[in-house]
């Protein structure tokens, strides 16, 4: 089945240890984002690739970087995580196409601790 | 800063009956609107998009967008405990982007 995948699905990491989360997809989507979820809130959109276009939100700390090396993989790179990176990552994608080109699929999401 | 905005909940029914969740957004031109369905410590999954003014059904639920009054909501008939989760409400940003707003969700607890 085609899908989203996201390794690890745990991750505990120590306090400025540098932590990367990866994504991989297998429906061909030119779209891949990256959100974080914090308990009860709305999942937050750190950055998207349209393609290889890597595009940042402006609230996005300079702390977390991403790469996508090609079509089916994407890495969430947090550089020195804090207490207060613990959260839900979330990997999405969306398909090509005018009609449907914002209907996201998500991966299982890779639950970060910051110990 | 554009915006979802939910009532956080919990939304209690019984078991049979009619949920509503609602949603308002506040960006005018906004053209794509989502419900995600996201069960505790799981990932959003897609339940329901709509893009015109109306209703759009499909099985026990039912979209409904009003773009005039900026809203939009979800109805769940015949509400199932399996329903229980956190229903989040996107808007994709207006001038034509692909890019979603997530509201905060709203939490639906259906009790036998």
């Known amino acids: 089945d085609a899908m989203v995948i996201q390794n690890p699905r745990y991750q505990v990491t120590q306090f400025g240890k540098p932590v990367t989360l990866s994504c991989s997809q297998t429906l061909n989507h030119n779209v891949m984002y990256w959100y974080q979820q914090k308990s009860s809130q709305a999942p937050k959109l750190l950055f998207h690739y349209y393609d290889k276009d890597f595009n940042n939100e402006a609230d996005t700390p300079d702390n977390f970087q991403s790469r996508r090396p090609n079509t089916s993989f994407c890495f969430l790179d947090i550089r020195s995580p804090g207490l207060g990176d613990a959260a839900m990552y979330l990997c999405?994608?969306?398909?090509?196409?005018?009609?449907?080109?914002?209907?996201?699929?998500f991966g299982p999401g890779t639950r970060l601790t910051v110990l | 800063q554009k915006e979802v905005e939910q009532n956080s909940g919990p939304l209690s029914v019984p078991e049979g009956a009619i949920a509503s969740l609602n949603c308002t957004y506040s960006d005018r031109g906004s053209q794509s609107f989502f419900w995600y369905r996201q069960y505790s410590g799981k990932s959003p999954e897609l339940i329901m998009s709509i893009y015109s003014n109306g209703d759009k059904e499909d099985g026990r639920f039912t979209a409904q967008l009003n773009k005039a009054s900026q809203y939009v909501s979800l109805l769940i008939r015949d509400s199932q405990p399996s329903d229980s989760a956190t229903y989040l409400c996107a808007v994709n940003r207006g001038g034509g982007s692909y890019i979603p707003t997530f509201g905060r969700g709203t939490s639906l607890i259906v009790h036998p």
């Open positions: 999405a994608t969306s398909p090509p196409g005018l009609t449907n080109a914002d209907t996201q699929y």
